[in-house]
Each structure stands twice: as C-alpha cells, then as structure tokens.
C-alpha cells in the first residue's frame, strides 16, 4: 500500500486518469490501473486505502459466485453450492489477501475460477477466453497454464484458442497505449517484474525457501531446469492416463496444476498459492476426500504470510514448505493412482457436466 498502491492513486488523482494512464507510473499490468483510475473517482466520500481495498473486496464476492457456479454442477440441487460460497468467503487467506493486505490476486485468480467452469461446462473458447484475462491481470495465472495443456492433448480444446491470450493481452494494454504510453514498455512488464528481486523464494512455501540466496544464481537455473523437467513429465503422465475427464478429474487435475507449478518454480512469493487455495475448497466438494486439503491449503499460506504481515520468523516459511511439499505428494499420488475402476473414475460413471449437458441445466 505503502509503496505501491496508494503512491499509484495520488498520481492517477494529481495528473488525471487520462495523462496518467499514458504513463508507465505503475509496474502492475494496465487492467489493474483501469480499476484502479476508476477507484479514484471516490475520493470525495472514501479513503484511499478504503476504495484501493474494496476493490478486492469486491472481487472476492464475484469469486464467491463463481464458486456456486462451479458447484452446482457438481450438485444440481441441494444447499451444497450456498456452502461453498459461503466457505470460500470465510477463507482466513482470501479474507486477508483482498480486505487485510489489499493485494489484487482475486482478479486473475476469479478470471482462472472462471475458466474452470466453463472448461466443465465444455465451452473451451469461453474458458480460454477467461484464462487470457487472467494473464492480462498477472503473470501467475500461467500456474493454471499446465491444466490448459492437458485439455489440448486430450481434444478438450484447440491449439488456436491459445492464440487469444498474447491477443486479448494487447486488447486490454491498447488504451494505455493509444494515450501515449510506450507499447514496448506495456509488452515488457512481466519480465521486468520478473527481475525486481533477486531471490529464489521470497517467503514461498516451498523448498527453495532452503536454500541460501548467495547461490541464487545456479539455484535459478537449477530451478527452472527441474520446473520444466517436473512439469513436462506431469503433463505426460496425465496425458497418458486413459480414465475419462469426469468433472471430478478435471477439478483435480486444475488443483493440482496450480499447486505444483509454484512448488516447481524458483523466485515465488508468499501469496503464490492464492489459487490452490481457492481450487482446493472446490476440489473438497467434488471429492469429498480431499475435504482436508482446503485446510492444509489455509495453514501453508496463513504461516508464510506472516513473516511479511507480522514480522514472524522464516521458521514458519520452513514449517509450511515442509507441509506443502507432502500435500503436493499427495496430491499426485492422488492424481496418478489407479484405483479398481469405481465411482467418478469408472468408465460407466458418467460426470456431472455430460448429466448437465444431457439436462439442460445450469
């Protein structure tokens, strides 16, 4: 807030949205600064930390109903989805990112939540349309990119509705642009972002948080080298599994894309697993055996979000790396095991979106 967010508010106030947008005042991707100009236009009757919060607050509660919407196609009837939004509401992580923290992870995170139920739905262009508004928002949103894969190489969708992130990114960058800002400067900010801090975990909850960044640079290397080894031999260990994608196993599969890329991946922050988070309270409900993950979930995030939030010690990171890294395991046992043929992973067993498809319901 300090730094960032309420230094970007005083200088869209002072030079007015339109000048302000044409300049590069914000190293966040222009969507965010289009909300965010238009949060200003409340400074007569709302404070700045107030208005800068509410609109997270705001998303949190779109989020809510996208995760009623995800849920009852799981559940046709019953109060099962009211729980859900309601469960999701009272995350101690969403709670704290959005009404606490005043981060804007809600965004890209609804945007993926939103792919998710139209990829459940069948409507691949829609759910890819969503997954390229996510990116638009932030860079993290390529957690989910893993997921996308596994639909492509299984026929759930096609290659050139790919094609719509890198061009719905330059739809939503173009106004910005037309008011004077550098387009090479827009195209470049994730890798400029990407180079901010020279660290292999910046309070993330996985295991790079144990080593010392005086080997920062091998570490980075070494990191990358086992992220794409590690996510390319997922991604053919899925592809290969012959069980149909019942919506249970898609749910799943999304799950366990966003929690192992960030596990994978060096230079995380602490706020990296909002999405697993969020899919994990999902998941609980179209797998009602993974009803302790969402738990998990909120016990990794909250411990490392409180070295930055109130000074704890690292201990806590290394705690929450050390549970995260035997959630993560099992997850993928979860994933990959192959039971006797039963319930949602039986061929006979038909999915809740062929149920809803057949029905006509929403």
Known sequence: MTRHLIPWYDYL???GILVALGDPFSNYTPPYTYLLALATLTASFLSKVTAIKLLSVAMDFVNAFLV???VR???PSG??????????????????????WGQADAFYAGFLLASLYYTLREMPLPAMLAFAVAFGFKAQAVFFLPFLAVLLFKGRTRFPFFLLIPVVYLVLCLPVILLGRDWLEVLLIYLRQGETYRQLSAHAPNLYIFIPNRFYRP?????LAATLIGLVAWLVLSVRDKRPLTSERLVLLALVSVALAPFLLPKMHDRY?????????????FLPELRCVPLAYQIISGLAYTVFLSRASVGNVHAAAVLNTL???????????????????????TSSTCTLRRTGGQ
């Open 327 to 349: 959630l993560v395991a099992g997850l993928l046992w979860k994933q990959l095991h192959k039971p006797a043929a039963r319930g949602g992973d039986s061929p006979s067993s």
């Open 219 to 223: 570490g980075l290397w070494a990191g």
């Open 68 to 70: 009623y919407k995800i």
């Open 73 to 75: 196609l799981k559940y």
């Open 79 to 100: 109060p099962g989805p009211f729980w859900a939004a309601g469960a999701f509401l009272c995350l101690p992580t969403v709670f704290v990112n959005s009404a606490v």
């Open 13 to 15: 106030r002072s030079h």
């Open 273 to 285: 697993f909002y999405p697993a988070d969020l899919l994990s309270l999902v998941a609980a409900f």
